[in-house]
């Protein structure tokens, strides 16, 4: 069984920024971690992902350049800097984690089976 607990969530002006942290407990082995985010009235989508073993990061377009994730501890902290924040980052957002063996550029919730109970991030103009 492997737990997640988000937290650095908050409000913030655009062009400001937040550091999300993702605490991973439990015996479960980890292949990969991520962090999603579902806006209002809008799907989820995945942000940012990092292989747990040799730490190759992959980002979506929406936030690439802007948004940085890396681990900590061998994988039990990862983390979600994130800069330059728009109005449309604003989302709740959820460190997930599996023991699945994926292939890089891959950033697909159906992947992941351990996920926290999410943080707010809001942005204002």
């Known amino acids: 069984q492997v737990n997640l607990v988000e937290s650095g969530g908050g409000s913030v002006q655009a062009g400001g920024s937040l550091r999300l942290s993702c605490s991973v407990s439990?015996?479960?082995?980890?292949?990969?971690a991520a962090w999603f985010r579902r806006a209002p009235g809008k799907e989820r989508e995945g942000v940012a992902n990092i292989n747990l073993q040799d730490g190759f990061p992959y980002y979506a377009d929406s936030v690439k350049g802007r948004f940085t994730i890396s681990q900590d501890n061998g994988g039990q902290t990862v983390y979600l800097q994130m800069n330059d924040l728009k109005p449309e980052d604003t989302a709740m957002y959820y460190c997930?984690?599996?023991?699945?063996?994926?292939?890089?550029?891959?950033?697909?919730?159906?992947?992941?089976?351990?996920w926290g109970q999410g943080t707010q991030v809001t942005v204002s103009a």
């Open positions: 439990g015996t479960g082995y980890r292949t990969f």
């Open positions: 997930a984690a599996t023991s699945r063996t994926l292939g890089y550029w891959r950033l697909l919730s159906d992947d992941y089976k351990y």
